[in-house]
C-alpha cells in the first residue's frame, strides 16, 4: 500500500526552502501592507478597542486578535511553501472596501467602518499572495470580523424573546404574571429584561467559541456548520431557561435572592454550565485529524510557478497607495467641521386651524427625544381651535452642518428617555395634500399610558423616514460639498391604553403644520 504525500501539508518549518526573490518577499511585504492598513486606519481600530474595554458584550475582542494570529501561525510553514500569485480582483475588493470606508467616515456609521477596515486585511492578503493563500488562511482571516464590536441591533428582539419565554414559562407553571412590553409582575414583585439580561453577551460569547471549537475539532463543513448553529441557538433558549430561573427564585424567596448582584452570578454560572455541556456533547462527534505521512529528511524546494518580485512589489505598492487614498479623502471632507456657526432662531408661526397652548422644551406632555450635540430647536404644544381632540407635541431640531456625536442621527443608548420603553416601531403611510409621506412610528409605553409618536427626517431638502438614506445623503453632502443641514421633525400624542392610537389626529395636524416647517427651513442658511 503506497501513502501519498502532500509536500506542502508536511512540511515543517526548517524543510522550506522557497525559490524565487518574489516568493522568498512575499511575506515582509504582505506584513508591511498589513502594518500600513493597521496604522492607517489607526482610529478605527482604536474605537473598536475602546468598544472592547468599556463593554462586557464586546470584551472577547481582546481575544480575537491573537487566537487569529497564532492560527495563522500554524499555518507559516504551508504558507511560506506557497507561490505568491498577487491578484487583482484583489486591488479591486481593496478598493471598494475603501470606498466603503469612505462613505461610512462622511455618515459617521461606525460598524461599517469597522467591517470595512477589517475586511481590508484579507483583501491585501487575496492582492499580494492571491487566493491560494486565502484559501490557506480562511478561517484566521474570516474569525477577525468576530472582534468588530456588532450585535445591538438584535437587542430589542432578543429582550422581547426573553420576555416572551419567561412570560410563559410562569404561566405553565401556575404563576399569575402580567406582562407591559419587557416589563412583567409578579404577585411577589415586579421584574424587567433590560439590555443586560438579553442575553447578547452569552450569544455572542458562544459564537466566538462555538466557531473555533469547530475549526479546531472537526473537519468536514457539514459538522462545523452544526455545531456553530448550536453554538447560536442554544444560548438564546439557555438565556430564556435563566430568566425564567432567577424569576422563579426571586418569587419563591419572596424577593430575597436573586434581586441583586447574585442575579448577574446565577446567570453567567448557568451559561457556563451549558456551553461546558455544549461543548463536552459535541467533543463527542469530534473528528481527529488525518495521520500525517513522515516527511522527507531533505528540504523540499518548491519554487515553481512563483511571482516574479516585480510583480509582488507592484501589487504591495497598489496596496498600499490604495489603503492610503482614502484617509486622505476623509480629511477633506471633514475641512470645515470645526467652524463655529452663528447660533439660529428657530421660531415658527402657528399652523392654521391649530393655536399654541404655551412652548417648553418639551410642551404639555411630558416627553423629550434625547439629542446629539448643539441643533436650533423649536418645541411646542398645540390644540385645534375648535377644541376638538389631546393636545399635540411638537418637536423640530435642525443641524447647520453635522460632525460625529453632533448630527441628525447618532446612536443613543436611551433613544425614548429613561422613562418610556417602545413597544412597536414600524415605518407608516400618511396621506397629505402633497401626496404620501413616510413617517417612523413608534408607540411608547410607560405603565398605563401611552405616546404615539410620527418622526420623520429632512437631510438636504429631502424628506424620509428611512435612516439609511439620511446616512448616504448626508455622505454624499460632505464628499461633494453640498448642504449638509437636516432637520429632525417629531409629533406627538398622549392616549390611555384602552383607547386607540389618535393617529387621524397626529395627521390632521401634519396637514397643517408641513408646509409652514417647511417654508421656514427654507429660509434657514444652507451653507455648505
Known sequence: MSVQLDPVACLPDAAVRPDGHGQRHALPLLLLA???????YHATFWSMLELWSRSQTFAHGFLIVPISCWLAWRRRARLAALAPQPSRPGLLLLGALGLAWLLADAANVPVVEQYAATAMLPACVLAILGWPAVRLLAFPLAYLFLAVPFGEVFLEPLIDFTAAFTVTALQWTGVPVFRDGSNF???????????????LRYLIAALALGALFAHVNFRSTRRRLAVMAAALLVPILANGVRAYMIVMLGHLSNMRLAVGVDHLIYGWLFFGLVALLLFWLAARWRELPPARAVPPAQPVRLGTGAASLRAVVRASAACLLLAALWPALALASHRDDGTALPAIALALPDPPAWRRLHDAAAGSIDWQAPYAGKPALFAATYARQDGDGAPVGLQLRWYARQVRDAELLTHLSSPYGARWTALAQRVRQVGLPGGALDV??????????????WRVYRQGGVVTARPVLVKLLLAQAKLLGKRQDGADLIVFAAYDELAPPPRAHLQAFLRAALPVIEQRLQELPHGP
Do not use: I, Q
Open 34 to 40: 498589513l502594518a500600513a492598513v493597521v496604522l492607517l
Open 185 to 199: 409582575s409578579l404577585p411577589t414583585g415586579n421584574w424587567s429584561v433590560v439590555e443586560a439580561c438579553s442575553g
Open 440 to 453: 417612523r412610528e413608534s408607540v411608547l409605553a410607560h405603565g398605563g399610558e401611552r405616546l404615539l409618536v
